[in-house]
């Protein structure tokens, strides 16, 4: 059984093993993202943080997921240079992958094991129209701990522990104070 993030290999975007022990004594962040939804200029707001932390212990680790609303459709390749081209990214991208169900990467089950759901931000403008929609389609949805859409975070210390989960429609000035004290 898994301790820490540090114990999963992961595929990158060209197939090739990654030991998350590589990013040991780093700050993560851990995103599930799409290049064709509503939260994909996200990616931007990302690269800021990338570049502002990087040099003080931050990565990034970008995982392309279709499985909401097939928003991530296309290669890897297509992706990177989709990311590259119109928003910057130069943290690393990994393969794509599924978060949920039977075919979800070992590594989420694990980090959806640390921090389940704890709710979307009902003052975001879309945070209420996500609550309504997981709401229709499972009344239990609140108390499972799947990821529910693209964007969702998971924060990690210099330790491999996770410490937040953040739902695509927390504030990134929310998560930044977090990794800011990580970082101290």
Not at 139 to 146: G, L, T, V, W
Not at 159 to 178: C, F, N, S, W
Request: net charge negative.
């Amino acid at each position: 059984m898994a301790q820490n993030v540090y114990d999963f290999t992961v595929k990158d975007r060209k197939g090739n093993d990654v030991s998350l022990d590589e990013y040991k004594g780093k700050v993560l962040l851990i995103v599930n993202t799409a290049t064709r939804c509503g939260f994909t200029p996200q990616y931007e707001e990302l690269e800021a943080l990338y570049k502002a932390y990087k040099d003080r212990g931050l990565e990034i680790l970008d995982f392309p997921c279709n499985q909401f609303g097939q928003q991530a459709p296309g290669t890897e390749d297509e992706i990177h240079e989709f990311c590259q081209l119109n928003y910057g990214t130069e943290f690393p991208q990994f393969r794509k992958i599924e978060v949920n169900g039977a075919n979800e990467s070992p590594l989420f089950t694990y980090l959806k094991a640390q921090k389940g759901f704890a709710g979307f931000d009902l003052n975001h403008k879309i945070g209420g129209l996500l609550h309504d929609m997981m709401l229709k389609a499972d009344p239990e949805y609140a108390s499972k701990p799947d990821i529910k859409w693209n964007f969702t975070k998971f924060l990690v210390n210099q330790q491999g522990e996770v410490i937040a989960r953040y739902e695509p429609t927390h504030d990134i000035k929310l998560i930044e104070a977090d990794i800011q004290a990580l970082l101290k």
